[in-house]
């Protein structure tokens, strides 16, 4: 889980430094379009790794909460 958030930090600090040396509005969106991609993926992959780990200690009803609420972040990030 600490790589993959060292990783997801390392993008967002690379697209930030892409971001200031182009100096453009179309290719920062962009940019910032990709980011929008990856932050969802690590989300799901740090949260999948971490309630693995954690399976024997959480209910099966607290599981299905922390996806739920998963899911709910990610249909908001959809909404308009």
């Known amino acids: 889980m600490i790589l993959l958030r060292f990783l997801s930090g390392s ?43 954690l399976s024997e200690k959480i209910s099966f009803a607290k599981m299905i909460c922390l996806f739920g609420g998963i899911v709910l972040i990610l249909i908001s990030l959809k909404m308009k």
Do not use: H, W
């Not at 179309?26 to 693995?52: D, H």
């Open 11 to 53: 993008i967002e600090i690379t697209a930030a430094t892409l971001m200031l040396k182009f100096n453009d509005l179309e290719k920062a969106f962009y940019i910032n379009t990709l980011l929008a991609l990856v932050g969802p993926c690590i989300l799901l992959i740090t949260t999948g790794i971490g309630i693995s780990g």
